[in-house]
């Protein structure tokens, strides 16, 4: 139910995974994703597909389950002392997904925001690929401080390169398995929202591993080649 998806800023407004991916040490899921991140991918979603089944489709029922549920998130959020951003972005997320629902009268158009950020943020990650501006480079880049200076490097462009792609499939991936659910109905709600939560942050965590692997290498290489030289040892005076 919740939009939230993995790529969002964390809260210092930079994404959480990025860091990981940057970071010199070695990769650990709890550094990418948290239990407030767990809890937005999986509560709403569940409570709603858990109500929609056991009270006989009652959709008004199970649409405010799930914007209770949101307004919870929103009230752990706000006792974190989250930025305001990110409790507004959940609300949003929730709302929006019950307003679409609502509108049309379709249980599985709760799930249609979600599908349009996948085919939103796959197109980007093509298009930067194409322009020869993987975003991984530059939200890399953008984290580091570094700005663009990767692009000079080419085996670190070629990297940056593969593993957006690699985003790229997860996005497409998503929307192969879960367009045809959405486009049987309600019937394949459950399935729906099975995929969905499976194809959350597991596959995201795994995405963001292969990612980490594949940029590191080069990452490192280009930061010693950045490195100041060290200076020798003074010479001997004959």
Known sequence: MS?????????????????????????RA?????PAALLDAGL????????????GRDLTLSLWVAVGSGVLLGIVRLLRKEPLQNVVAGFLGVGIAAFMANR???????????????????????????????????F??????????????PALLRAYTRASFLWVGMFAVRLAVQ?????????????????????SWPL???????????IRPAYRAH??????AKPGPDPVDG
């Open 3 to 27: 939009q939230s998806d993995p790529g969002a800023p964390d809260r210092a407004g930079r994404p959480s995974w990025v860091q990981a991916i940057a970071s010199d040490e070695r990769f």
């Open 30 to 34: 709890k550094d990418v994703i948290g």
């Open 44 to 55: 709403p979603l569940a409570l709603f597909t858990v109500v929609y089944t056991a009270a």
């Open 104 to 138: 049309t009268g379709r249980a599985e158009d709760v799930f249609l925001p979600g599908l349009l950020i996948n085919v939103g943020y796959g197109l980007a990650y093509l298009v930067s690929i194409a322009v020869r501006w993987p975003l991984l480079g530059v």
């Open 140 to 153: 890399v880049g953008l984290v580091t401080g570094q700005g663009t200076g990767w692009r000079s490097d």
């Open 179 to 199: 367009v045809p659910l959405y486009l049987a109905g309600e019937d394949q709600i459950g399935w729906l929202a099975g995929a969905r939560l499976v194809m």
């Open 204 to 214: 995201f965590l795994l995405v963001a591993y292969l990612s980490w692997l594949i």
């Open 223 to 228: 930061q010693e080649r950045l490195a100041p």
